[in-house]
């Protein structure tokens, strides 16, 4: 409760990118916040899930957690295009083990979207 106003933790991550637009962990936080249907409205635009954490990509394309994010909430088949380029579910955990090679959900969740016989590439590493 700040004043007499509560705040869900959703509230708090809106709040923070309505004072800092380009707060991009507010962004990531508030993607992670919403249901894969649920949006949310940022002053008079709507945002999904995905949006959000494009929106963070945008603010900093080297934030692992947005790039982690993003491949998590794609099917196999879709694409999510950042800047001008569309990168597929691996591709996002890929960028996202390249930028921070210690992060274990990225690992995890790179290996979980291989089969058993496919392999990804990381920087110049065959996995």
């Given amino acids: 409760t700040v004043g007499t106003v509560k705040y869900t933790q959703q509230g708090c991550y809106l709040k923070a990118v309505e004072i800092d637009p380009t ?53 196999p088949t879709e694409t999510a295009t950042v800047g001008t380029v569309k990168y597929t579910q691996q591709e996002c955990y890929v960028k996202a083990v390249e930028i921070d090679p210690t992060s274990s959900h990225a690992w995890h969740n790179l290996g979980a979207s291989l089969t058993p016989t496919e392999t990804a590439t990381v920087g110049t590493v065959k996995y």
């Fill in 23 to 75: 707060n991009s962990q507010a962004w990531n936080n508030l993607g992670a916040s919403l249901t894969p249907t649920e949006t949310v409205m940022v002053g008079t635009v709507k945002y999904t899930k995905q949006q959000c954490y494009l929106k963070a990509l945008e603010i900093d394309p080297t934030d692992s957690h947005a790039w982690n994010n993003l491949g998590a909430s794609l099917t």
